[in-house]
């Protein structure tokens, strides 16, 4: 085995099994792709469908699907109908206007359901999308979704700022886990709060600390991205 099968396998053992991961693939090609899943690997993240998302899905045949996908990248409406035919889960849906666009495609590609998770715009960037923080808007956007039957919310993303230091990320983490568990009282025919997705490869363990139970990991399997 390579060595990004070894640091997978590595960082497999370091966490609780509690706590997914999802290898976040962006830019790797597909060889190393397939070789984090032959290193074990169950969910791939990718941040843009297509070209890059879709041609690694193809290239890796029969390897793709011993996987599940899940899109971490910003979904445009023109993309939705091919991120369809290769994620299982969607993370970021950011809008109670993408969600509708997505509800709309769901089974003209064939499915009748597809999970997804509300994006939160943790640091109320501007330059991100996302729900911003805030218990009231985010049970209404939920209590909309509700009338889209092909939507199954299953629950929240954040990326929270970027810093060099992952303790200044906490309060970001800290939040998101609050609305998180506030949320578990509203009760809808398609919404759970099952997964909180916080954490990359320098916050992962504060993320953790702070009630995260799936992380998204790059650079420390794959090493630092060049492009
Ligand atoms: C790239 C990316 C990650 C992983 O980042 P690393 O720093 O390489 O671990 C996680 N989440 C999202 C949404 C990403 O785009």
Same mark, same amino acid.
């Given at each position: 085995?390579?060595?990004?099968?070894?640091n997978?396998?590595?960082?497999?053992?370091?966490?609780?099994?509690?706590?997914?991961?999802?290898v976040?693939?962006?830019?790797?090609?597909?060889?190393e792709?397939?070789?984090?899943?032959?290193?074990?690997?169950?969910?791939?993240?990718?941040?843009?469908?297509?070209?890059?998302?879709?041609?690694?899905?193809?290239?890796?045949?029969?390897?793709?699907?011993?996987?599940?996908?899940?899109?971490?990248?910003?979904?445009?409406?023109?993309?939705?109908?091919k991120?369809?035919?290769?994620?299982?889960?969607?993370?970021?849906?950011?809008?109670?206007?993408?969600?509708?666009?997505?509800?709309?495609?769901?089974?003209?590609?064939?499915?009748?359901?597809?999970?997804?998770?509300?994006?939160?715009?943790?640091?109320?960037?501007?330059?991100?999308?996302?729900?911003?923080?805030?218990?009231?808007? @985010?049970? &209404?956007?939920i209590? =909309?979704? #509700?009338?889209?039957?092909?939507? +199954?919310?299953?629950?929240? *993303?954040? /990326?929270?700022?970027?810093?060099?230091?992952?303790?200044?990320?906490?309060?970001?983490?800290?939040?998101?886990?609050? @609305?998180? &568990?506030?949320?578990? =009282?509203? #009760?809808?025919?398609?919404?759970? +709060?099952?997964?909180?997705? *916080?954490? /990359?490869?320098?916050?992962?363990?504060?993320?953790?600390?702070?009630?995260?139970?799936?992380?998204?990991?790059?650079?420390?399997?794959?090493?630092?991205?060049?492009?």
């Amino acid at each position: 085995m390579g060595k990004i099968g070894d640091n997978y396998k590595r960082l497999r053992e370091s966490i609780h099994l509690d706590i997914s991961i999802v290898v976040a693939s962006k830019t790797r090609t597909y060889n190393e792709v397939g070789e984090v899943i032959e290193a074990g690997a169950t969910l791939i993240g990718e941040n843009y469908v297509y070209p890059e998302a879709l041609n690694k899905y193809q290239l890796l045949g029969e390897k793709a699907e011993r996987v599940r996908w899940h899109l971490i990248g910003p979904l445009q409406k023109n993309k939705i109908n091919k991120a369809l035919l290769i994620f299982d889960l969607i993370q970021t849906v950011g809008s109670l206007h993408i969600a509708r666009e997505i509800d709309k495609r769901v089974e003209r590609a064939g499915k009748s359901i597809i999970p997804v998770l509300l994006e939160i715009n943790s640091g109320r960037e501007e330059s991100k999308s996302g729900f911003l923080p805030d218990l009231s808007i @985010i049970k &209404e956007a939920i209590l =909309e979704i #509700e009338e889209l039957r092909n939507i +199954m919310i299953k629950g929240l *993303m954040t /990326m929270g700022p970027m810093y060099g230091n992952p303790e200044n990320a906490r309060p970001y983490f800290k939040i998101t886990r609050e @609305i998180f &568990e506030r949320l578990k =009282e509203v #009760e809808t025919k398609n919404s759970m +709060m099952e997964i909180l997705s *916080m954490g /990359m490869s320098n916050s992962y363990k504060v993320a953790i600390e702070e009630g995260s139970n799936m992380v998204r990991i790059g650079s420390l399997i794959f090493g630092e991205r060049i492009k």
